[in-house]
């Protein structure tokens, strides 16, 4: 874990923490003055709490086990039920694309496209009890952000390159939202197409902005794989805003999301 000291941030203390989760580091930045840092530390304990819990890599975490035949859904957690049972729900909101068992390579389930999103959200709630209102948590490009920025305004969010590393594709304006990204150029061709069972194609990333981190994480998920038809299945859903790249590096956004869009003139 890393930790930067106190520095101003438009007129407010600033907490700012990176500390390796789940597989990648996970930043959080709070600005307000007087905040107890013990609560970035809870935060931190939740998120450990959530890998330990859902981690697919871990023989002994919960969906590990239930994955193997040692408990049924019924011994698990209430959290591990309450994912579960969202995800069931996801799958119908995405037409069948959203689809933890197809997720999974071993025949069990792999809630992974919702429980990063899902962990941050909890962590963000641990943030607005302790009395945080100008903060970001970034886990690997899934990221909620409320209130103000530490330059003041709202926050600045790159959307990484789908082919370049280290490049952006754009960046957007974000207050009291989240976004999530789905793509080959982190994990390579890790999301599989539930009609086929195999990796899917036809799009290089999907960006999705909305009021609901797991919501977003989930949607753009799916409509990776859903390759070309997730054009139409994009325009049609409500609350939520879609960048997508394709395979031929053609750029299709829906309407709404261009208002978050930061113009290089403003940037």
């Not at 600005?31 to 697919?56: I, M």
């Amino acid at each position: 874990m890393s930790e930067s000291p106190a520095v101003s941030c438009a007129g407010l203390a600033r907490i700012a923490r990176v500390e390796a989760v789940m597989g990648m580091p996970v930043i959080v930045e709070v600005c307000d003055g007087g905040f107890d840092e013990a609560a970035v530390q809870r935060v931190y304990r939740w998120l450990h709490y959530v890998d330990q819990t859902f981690s697919t890599y871990n023989s002994a975490s919960e969906i590990s086990r239930l994955n193997r035949g040692e408990i049924d859904l019924a011994d698990t957690s209430l959290a591990v039920r309450s994912v579960i049972h969202r995800c069931a729900a996801l799958r119908g909101q995405t037409d069948g694309f959203f689809d933890i068992h197809a997720a999974s390579t071993g025949g069990g389930v792999d809630p992974s496209g919702f429980v990063k999103g899902w962990a941050v959200l909890g962590g963000a709630r641990l943030l607005e009890r302790a009395g945080a209102a100008n903060f970001c948590i970034d886990a690997g490009g899934d990221i909620i952000v409320r209130g103000e920025a530490p330059q003041g305004g709202p926050w600045r969010v790159g959307i990484a390159h789908p082919l370049t590393p280290d490049a952006i594709l754009g960046a957007v304006a974000l207050r009291d939202c989240a976004i999530a990204t789905s793509g080959t150029y982190a994990r390579g061709h890790h999301i599989t197409d539930p009609r086929t069972g195999c990796a899917a194609s036809g799009l290089l990333s999907v960006t999705v902005i909305g009021p609901d981190l797991p919501l977003a994480d989930a949607f753009a998920t799916a409509a990776f794989a859903m390759g070309h038809a997730a054009l139409e299945w994009c325009r049609r859903q409500r609350g939520c805003e879609f960048l997508i790249v394709t395979d031929a590096q053609e750029v299709f956004s829906t309407p709404g999301f261009e208002r978050y869009r930061l113009r290089e003139d403003a940037a």
